[in-house]
Every structure is written in C-alpha cells, then in structure tokens.
C-alpha cells in the first residue's frame, strides 16, 4: 500500500545548529582534566556545579561558542564526581550526555557522575561476529523482571539457560535511565546512562561481554520517538521554543522529538555511537517507528544511516504497527520489523477464536504469513515473528480463558507455536519465559519470571522442545532462505503442510490447529529417506501419496538429509 510521509513540524525555525567537532558532556583528554559542554544556545548564562564547589552557583561559569555550546575544563582528582549544569541562575539540570547518574531525594533532577581517571573496560569479544540475520534466534527480555536480582548481572548468572536454548541474539527492553526504579523503559530520560536499579555502565559492559563470548548478540529496544517529561531536554526551554520537540504529539502524553532538526539529529547520533562504540552493541530494536516515520533523508532514513554509517553490519529491526510493516525496510536501511500480522494470526488460531480481525479457521490467511512475500517483505530474514512479546498477554494465560482449555491444551499449544515459530519464514523471536510456558498476566508492574517453571516437567519438556526447533533450524539450511510452497491447505480441518528447501535440504511441515488428531495424505517434494525431527523416527518416501495422523494441536517436521548433521 502506499504511504504519506508525516513531516515532524518544526516549532523553532531560528535553530542554532550544534557544531559537530565540539563533543558533548564530558571528556578526560588528558589525566585529570575534564571538559564539560552543553549545548544550550540563546541562554544567558550556564554554570557548572557540583560536590568539587560546593554546588556553588557562581563559582564555575562556563564560556560560550558561536553554535551555542557551553564550556569549561577544570582539573579533577581520580575518583567519582557529581554535577548538574545551572542554567540562566535558576534550573539546575542533569548532563543529557551523563554516563552515570545518582538520585538526589527531593530534586528534580539527578547529580551526573563524572569518573574521573576511571580505568577502561577489559573486553574479551575481539573474535565475536553477528550471525547472518537470517540464521537468527532472538530472545526478548526485561532486565528487571528476568531474573530474581533484576540487574544486568542477574543476567549474566542465567546466560547458560539462554544459550542452551540456541539463542543467538537478546534484544533487551530499553535499559536507559528512566523515572524512578520500576519501568518498562519507554519513557527515557537520559539516553546515555544505563538504569541505575540494573546496574552501572561497568554491568552493563560484563553483560555484553558475557553475550558475546557465548556467541550471542546483544540488541537494545531504545525509545527515539520520545521522552520522559523528566528529560533534561525537555527542561532546558519552553516546550513551544524547544528545538529538540516537535508539536506531532504522541499516544502517551510525552515531549515528542523532531526528527527533522538537527539538534535532535545529533543527539541521536551521538546516543547510537556511543552504546555501538563503547558498549560493543550489535543492533537496536526502534520503538513506535510509525511516530517517527522517513522521507529519505530525516527520521528513520537518517536514525538507520547513522547507525550504519558507524557499525556495517549493525541489525536494526523497526517495530512499526501499521498495515504495512515491510515499508520501513524498503525504504530506509532497517534490516527488519516486527511481523505483527503473524502474531495475531496465530494467536487466532492457537485460541481457536475470532480475533483481532483474524478469522479462525482460515488457514490461506495463515500461509500467506508464514511466507515471507505475504506481508510484502523481499526476504525471508526480513520479518522478525513472534507469538508472545511485551505487548501480549502470555500465549498459556490467552489459551486458559477458553472455557474447553486445560493445562494439557495450554502446553500443547504452546508446542504448536513453537513448531509453527521456528518453521515459518522470517526470523524468531521468544519472549523470556515462553519457553517454559510463564503465565502471569502482562503488567507493568514487576513480574518477575516464574523459575520453579524449569523445575516441573511441562516446563522442561516445554524448554527442550524450543532447544531443538533452534537447533533443528541452525541445521538446516531449508529453514534459512527464500524458497517455500504450500502442499496442502484445508481451512475445514484447519491444517496446513509446507515445504521449504535448498539444495542441501529439504524441509515438510505439518501444523494441526484443531484439537482432534487427524489422518492426512500428501505427497512428499522428493523421494527417499525422510527423518521426522519431533517424534525421532524415519520414513521411506515414494512418489507416492502418502498418509500419516497429525496430533492435535501439534505438528510434524520431516527432513530429507543432505549432508546434514544426524540428531
């Protein structure tokens, strides 16, 4: 479909343009010598305060430059400083470029923290490389509600779960400094400094560190469509004269950026560069990109190529709730969005329910999403699918409010979505605790995930079955590319049989959404010996049709090995 390109209206047309050689925040360029710069043109005054002055307001002001950029070097001892920059004599604000940050009870704003001769991260990921995109597993998680500590070490400490189920890359729910302790993190006050109830910037390093000596990347869900009403940017001016907003608005009340000035240009770049750069970050995932929107040459066609232009083979995957979610990769440089069409698609099915204008039942509208081409995309690793995200009720809590549902047809479902998830073209991704069949109701309140899970045998059977579909699917190359064609669609008895392949692999997959068993007969592609990957036993194919019984609510994978590795 075709789509109008929403300009964000700029509501200061005078905008001072921030001069690039001139670094924001802070920077140690020699031992014990800090420079601290704001941009904050047309203010008649910036002082620098902080514990080294006793938070005095006269005792540092700072210079200002032509473009508007205020300065000061001042020489520090080793050690950890806090600071705020006073603006006009009157509103003390936090760094925008702050690394580190402490709450103040009873301020507005928190003290940034310089550390002063601080001693480099110690990286150990020289040899870690991205997989291709379209080999990809993804793993969604919220940093304080996946483990009991709910820090970026508690992260760390269950990474050997994480890996053993074959993910290849965590996209981590935003992580920036927000309001207070508890958050989803969509509402970002400071951009460059980590939540301080997960940890420092140090924690944050270990993580990825971590990740990536298991092999697996790390992604950042980060927020440019807005900010918290607490951002130190949207402090600075009069929201009507401030060249960082826009007047667009937005769904949820926040100070909207304008995507088309180039403070906020910079300042974005500046935001993805530095977690890219210093923190070794392998992609973002972008929220609400329908907000921001492109036309070339500003919002998401400058955010992606800026992020491009510092890291190649970064992966930026949009997540943009239109009828149209590949326009964004078409025409900008994000390598993927997220399929929601498959998501509510599935779900229809898997609740065996009219929904979301989804029809239960029709199995053609389901196959046209589990190939690539059916939401418009060009290739095959272009559509991130999922069935659970942040954004919906756990698949079991959804399949439980059926009334004709029991534990056993939650599990069975689940299983169902999972073949179904790692089958389909596009690339998977699991949210954390799927893969145990979590149930808790969506909050935004904490939620901490239900680890005794892993110890009963639904959830461990749940686990294993998820670790061989990845592992199944990073076998097989089938699973991988382009090619895909339909053997049977029956919206009657709602089953669906698919084949993909390459030359190395041929892959058929059979997905049974009634609840019934049922007797199938098909053709397989090619004949020979065929291996069924769920129940582990061989079938010899003819060119003759063939008939065999599909659980209910389940699935069967048969793969014709070409010089794949034997289960």
């Not at 240009?265 to 929220?287: P, S």
């Not at 029809?359 to 559509?383: A, E, F």
């Amino acid at each position: 479909m075709s789509k109008t390109i929403r300009r964000k209206r700029v509501i200061h047309q005078s905008v001072a343009q921030p001069a690039a050689p001139t670094p924001l925040g802070t920077q140690e360029n020699t031992p014990g010598q800090i420079t601290f710069s704001l941009w904050a043109p047309w203010k008649k005054s910036v002082s620098l305060i902080g514990d080294f002055n006793r938070w005095h307001p006269n005792a540092d002001p700072m210079t200002v430059n032509k473009d508007g950029t205020w300065s000061i070097a001042k020489p520090l001892p080793p050690g950890q400083h806090a600071y705020q920059f006073l603006i006009d004599g009157k509103t003390a604000i936090a760094d925008p470029y702050a690394r580190q940050l402490r709450d103040v009870p009873d301020q507005q704003q928190p003290h940034s923290i310089v550390d002063v001769s601080e001693k480099p991260f110690e990286w150990h990921d020289e040899d870690f490389k991205i997989k291709p995109f379209n080999q990809l597993v993804i793993y969604e998680l919220h940093v304080g509600d996946f483990s009991p500590e709910g820090t970026f070490d508690g992260v760390v400490s269950k990474l050997d779960h994480i890996q053993n189920l074959g993910v290849s890359a965590i996209e981590l729910m935003p992580i920036q400094e927000f309001p207070g302790d508890r958050s989803w993190g969509y509402n970002p006050a400071f951009f460059f400094a980590p939540e301080q109830a997960y940890g420092d910037t140090a924690s944050f390093k270990r993580l990825v560190d971590e990740c990536h000596r298991r092999g697996i990347a790390v992604i950042l869900d980060i927020v440019f469509n807005h900010t918290a009403a607490e951002s130190p940017l949207n402090l600075l001016y009069p929201y009507d004269k401030n060249p960082y907003m826009s007047t667009d608005g937005n769904p949820w009340g926040f100070p909207d950026l304008n995507h088309w000035n180039q403070a906020t240009k910079r300042y974005i770049k500046d935001i993805q560069d530095y977690w890219l750069t210093e923190c070794h970050v392998d992609g973002f995932r972008y929220d609400h990109v329908e907000g921001i929107n492109w036309d070339g040459e500003n919002g998401m066609s400058f955010i992606s190529w800026a992020a491009r232009q510092t890291k190649p083979g970064v992966l930026l995957i949009a997540e943009i709730l239109v009828n149209d979610p590949a326009a964004v990769v078409q025409h900008t440089e994000v390598n993927a969005s997220w399929h929601w069409q498959f998501c509510r698609a599935f779900r229809c099915q898997l609740t065996e329910s009219d929904r979301d204008g989804f029809k239960c039942g029709d199995m053609d509208k389901l196959m046209s999403l589990i190939s690539h081409t059916g939401s418009g995309y060009s290739d095959n690793s272009q559509p991130i699918n999922y069935i659970e995200s942040h954004d919906e009720e756990r698949l079991a809590w959804d399949v439980l409010r059926h009334p004709a549902m029991n534990a056993d047809s939650a599990l069975r479902k689940a299983q169902l979505a999972a073949i179904a998830l790692f089958t389909a073209q596009g690339i998977p991704m699991i949210y954390s605790g799927q893969e145990f069949s979590a149930a808790a109701v969506k909050t935004i309140d904490q939620s901490k995930l239900p680890w005794d899970h892993m110890t009963q045998p639904a959830g461990q059977l749940l686990y294993k079955h998820h670790a061989t579909l990845a592992y199944l699917r990073d076998q097989c190359p089938a699973l991988q590319f382009n090619n895909i064609a339909p053997l049977l669609v029956d919206n009657d008895r709602r089953l669906i049989i698919f084949k993909r392949w390459t030359d190395d692999c041929v892959a058929v997959i059979a997905l049974n959404f009634a609840p019934e068993a049922q007797h199938v007969t098909f053709t397989f592609p090619e004949p020979g010996k065929w291996h069924e990957w769920l129940f582990d036993y061989d079938e010899m194919a003819t060119t003759q049709p063939f008939n065999t019984e599909i659980p209910g609510s389940f699935g069967k994978v048969w793969i014709l090995r070409k010089g794949m590795a034997n289960t």
